[in-house]
Nanobody, 123 residues
Framework: VQLQASGGGLVQAGGSLRLSCAGS????????MAWFRRAPGKEREFVAA????????YFSDSVKGRFTISRDGAGNTLYLQMNNLNTEDTAIYYC?????????????????WGKGTLVTVSS
């Protein structure tokens, strides 16, 4: 089972990036999939999540209205479109998956994790 995150990079404040997370080894269309992030000196925090078949999406208050989460048609690739980025969005972004997380917004609810991709937003 593998989750491979990509798409991070350096962007100026106000800019956009799209992260991708390619899943393999499972039928991830049947899984909750989520994005978390860890900023320097901080704990990992929830960003966004998508239920199986993307029927319901969840966002943290800090990204609501700026970020969108989606999947490809097969449901095995997860995307995070990030718009109007600011310096507080600088972090390593991780994708995660679980069949049925006890708590969608908590890292402990997810069994599978990708290695992360770094997003740096400059002022």
């Amino acid at each position: 089972v593998q989750l491979q995150a990509s798409g991070g990079g350096l962007v100026q404040a106000g800019g956009s990036l799209r992260l991708s997370c390619a899943g393999s080894g499972r039928t991830f269309s049947d899984y909750f999939m989520a994005w978390f992030r860890r900023a320097p000196g901080k704990e990992r925090e929830f960003v966004a999540a998508s239920t199986p078949r993307s029927n319901i999406t969840y966002f943290s208050d800090s990204v609501k209205g700026r970020f969108t989460i989606s999947r490809d048609g097969a449901g095995n690739t997860l995307y995070l479109q990030m718009n109007n980025l600011n310096t507080e969005d600088t972090a390593i972004y991780y994708c995660a998956a679980d069949v049925s997380p006890a708590r969608v917004r908590r890292p402990a609810g997810y069994d599978y994790w990708g290695k992360g991709t770094l997003v740096t937003v400059s002022s």
